[in-house]
């Protein structure tokens, strides 16, 4: 999606769980509820591709010396093109 801001999955956020529809996401990054999202480097059968994706739900998972790692919801909302 034009405009959507980009973020590397393994880098940028981490995957704690993933299926077709969805994606729980953690990252130092502060996301909004509402955002659309580019996701890049999403594993798929023979290779990665870029998703977008609604964030659902994004809070705080824990406060530590390195920072505030924040951890969410998004739902696919398709390929990113």
Do not use: F, N
Not at 17 to 38: D, F, K, N, S, Y
Not at 61 to 78: I, M, N, V
């Amino acid at each position: 999606m034009k405009g959507a801001r980009r973020y590397r999955l393994g880098r940028d956020v981490v995957a704690v769980a993933m299926t077709g529809e969805e994606a729980c996401l953690e990252g130092r990054l502060r996301l909004r509820p509402g955002q659309v999202i580019t996701v890049t480097h999403v594993p798929v059968a023979g290779g990665v591709e870029e998703r977008c994706a609604r964030v659902h739900s994004w809070h705080v998972a824990s406060l530590g010396k390195e920072g505030t790692t924040y951890r969410g919801l998004c739902r696919w909302t398709g390929p990113a093109g």
